[in-house]
């Protein structure tokens, strides 16, 4: 299933929030169930982050195929990694 405009608008929207912490991802697993969602630590990734926030950067998740990989392409994206960058205030 593609990634649509609107869904990456309101996947922004929360991402890019002041208070954006680690619950954030049970709050998008909730509103986009249809995704698969993966967190880890931003340094466990070498791909540029198809988005990059305070907190967090995303990985766009390619399941089309018989391996998963990293896309940048929303139209092929299932999945999202959310990178946890850990900033320290």
Not at 28 to 38: A, K, M, N, V
Not at 51 to 56: A, C, G, K, M, N
Request: hydrophobic share 45%; net charge negative.
């Amino acid at each position: 299933m593609a990634l649509g405009a609107d869904e990456l608008m309101e996947i922004d929207r929360v991402l890019s929030a002041s208070d954006a912490d680690a619950r954030v991802l049970a709050q998008l697993r909730q509103r986009f169930p249809h995704l698969s969602w993966t967190k880890c630590d931003a340094a466990d990734l070498t791909e540029t982050p198809f988005r990059s926030y305070q907190r967090f950067e995303i990985h766009l998740v390619d399941r089309t195929d018989h391996c998963v990989q990293i896309t940048a392409d929303p139209a092929r994206a299932g999945g999202i990694v959310l990178a946890d960058r850990k900033v320290i205030s």
